[in-house]
Every structure is written in C-alpha cells, then in structure tokens.
C-alpha cells in the first residue's frame, strides 16, 4: 500500500491511497481540477479511482466532490449524516459498521469529534500494513487508543500552535472553537497521541492540516521531537504536509 497526501490545510484536503489492485481518494477538498492534475502527474487515471472516503462535509474536504464525481461517477463512502450535504451525489454507499472494504483495502472507522454533524477518521489495511488517517477532531476518544496503535504509518493532525492562536488575528470565539473538544488538534495534542501510539512498526509520521495563519511547520516538527525525544521514542520519517504540494509517496 502506498499513499501520498495531494494537498492538506484550511483550503483543501486530498490523500491518495492505492494497492495493486485498488485505489481510492480521502476526502476531495480541492478543486477537480487540482486533484485531476495532480493524479495525471502521478499517471494515475482518475477514471480508475474505486472510491472515495469523506470524513466530513465541510468545505476544504468535498470541494471537488461534486465535479469529480459527475465526471467519473466514482462510488463516494459516508454515513447518512453526510449524505444529507451531499445529496448530489448518485453513486454513494452508506458507512454503517465500524468496519468495511473498498477492494482490498479493509477500512476501520473512527469516530471523531468536530463541529459537524458526523465526522470519520480511518485506519486503512492491506495485506498485513496499515496506516491511520485522522483530521479535524478536538480529541480522539480514548476507546480506540488501543486499535490506533503500532500502526506502519500515521497521518495525523497538527492544526496550531496554542500561542500563536492566542496572539493571533482570530476573534475569541473562533479561538474557541478552534481549541475546544470539536475543533482541531494543536501541536502539543497531536505530539501526545503520536507519541503514545506509534510502535516498533512505525516508519513515518505525516503532520497534516496545519494552519497557515496559527501554525509554523517548524514549530509543529520540533514539537513532536521533543515529545518523542522526551518519551525516548524515534521515526524514521516525519513529512510536513502543505497546502497545495504534494508529499513523497510513502510505502505503507
């Protein structure tokens, strides 16, 4: 299984994930164009994309969503909470177990939490790999640390950093909601979780979805070092994901 993430911030998130045998999309928050694009440069056709994976309907994840699917009529994964935002879509299945397919990729979901009415975090598998996909959340619920551990690879996120949100632009109460239980991960969260889940599988670590006015991908690397430092814990391969630059492929 590989995976390179196509674009990751408040503008637009896309992650691209294949086997040999399948390949699919987590969530399309750029524009159709952009993600067309991108897939051409990586001589994916997007025409062969099996699915597509939302984690929630807010706009910097389903932007391309409708375009896409009405060019290519991919079959897009949400729960009926979701489909009520997207209900242009034709070709859709309902998610309503914690556990299901696209190919062979088994798909286990994770509830998360933000301010939308439904929203998913995911751990993909294949063939004895795997890799957990998780953004826009204010905490992850501590009834599946023990499913979100010893993945191969985490894509995780690192939103902001606490002082410059707090000394920032942003009025109160968007701070508010940024920090609270359904906003974002901050840098200081996303370092505790990553620090208590990875194992002696783990070979990479993406920070993803960081804020380009609250964050500093410095900032949000030298954080989780010194948690891992701290924790006397190591990964081989941190990526910074940014918006509109895709990462390397990572081979889960």
Same mark, same amino acid.
């Given at each position: 299984?590989?995976?390179?993430?196509?674009?990751?911030?408040?503008?637009?998130?896309?992650?691209?994930?294949?086997?040999?045998?399948?390949?699919?999309?987590?969530?399309?928050?750029?524009?159709?164009?952009?993600?067309?694009?991108?897939?051409?440069?990586?001589?994916?056709?997007?025409?062969?994309?099996?699915?597509?994976?939302?984690?929630?309907?807010?706009?910097?994840?389903?932007?391309?969503?409708?375009?896409?699917?009405?060019?290519?009529?991919?079959?897009?994964?949400?729960? &009926?909470?979701? @489909?009520?935002?997207?209900?242009?879509?034709?070709?859709?299945? @309902?998610?309503?177990?914690?556990?299901?397919?696209?190919?062979?990729?088994?798909?286990?979901?994770?509830?998360?939490?933000?301010?939308?009415?439904?929203?998913?975090?995911?751990?993909?598998?294949?063939?004895?790999?795997?890799?957990?996909?998780?953004?826009?959340?204010?905490?992850?619920?501590?009834?599946? @640390?023990?499913?979100?551990?010893?993945?191969?690879?985490?894509?995780?996120?690192?939103?902001?950093?606490?002082?410059?949100?707090?000394?920032?632009?942003?009025?109160?109460?968007?701070?508010?909601?940024?920090?609270? &239980?359904?906003?974002?991960?901050?840098?200081?969260?996303?370092?505790?979780?990553?620090?208590? @889940?990875?194992?002696?599988?783990?070979?990479?670590?993406?920070?993803?979805?960081?804020?380009?006015?609250?964050?500093?991908?410095?900032?949000?690397?030298?954080?989780?070092?010194?948690?891992?430092?701290?924790?006397?814990?190591?990964?081989?391969?941190?990526?910074?994901?940014?918006?509109?630059?895709?990462?390397?492929?990572?081979?889960?």
């Amino acid at each position: 299984m590989k995976v390179i993430i196509l674009s990751s911030g408040s503008k637009g998130n896309t992650t691209y994930v294949e086997t040999e045998t399948t390949r699919i999309l987590i969530d399309i928050g750029n524009s159709c164009k952009y993600v067309k694009e991108r897939l051409k440069e990586l001589n994916v056709d997007p025409k062969s994309i099996d699915g597509i994976l939302i984690t929630h309907t807010h706009k910097d994840h389903i932007k391309g969503l409708e375009v896409f699917t009405k060019q290519y009529g991919t079959k897009v994964y949400c729960t &009926d909470k979701m @489909f009520k935002y997207i209900d242009y879509i034709n070709n859709y299945e @309902f998610i309503i177990n914690d556990e299901f397919e696209v190919g062979n990729i088994t798909i286990k979901v994770i509830k998360t939490s933000h301010d939308t009415e439904d929203s998913n975090g995911y751990i993909l598998s294949s063939d004895g790999h795997s890799l957990v996909y998780i953004t826009d959340t204010g905490y992850i619920n501590q009834k599946y @640390f023990e499913c979100l551990t010893n993945h191969n690879v985490y894509i995780l996120e690192s939103n902001h950093d606490i002082e410059m949100l707090n000394n920032g632009p942003y009025p109160y109460e968007l701070r508010k909601r940024i920090y609270g &239980d359904k906003g974002h991960l901050s840098n200081v969260d996303c370092s505790k979780y990553l620090t208590s @889940f990875i194992g002696d599988k783990t070979s990479c670590v993406v920070l993803a979805h960081l804020s380009e006015e609250n964050n500093n991908p410095d900032i949000a690397y030298q954080t989780l070092i010194d948690k891992l430092n701290s924790s006397n814990k190591h990964v081989d391969n941190i990526i910074i994901a940014k918006q509109n630059e895709v990462t390397e492929f990572v081979e889960v």
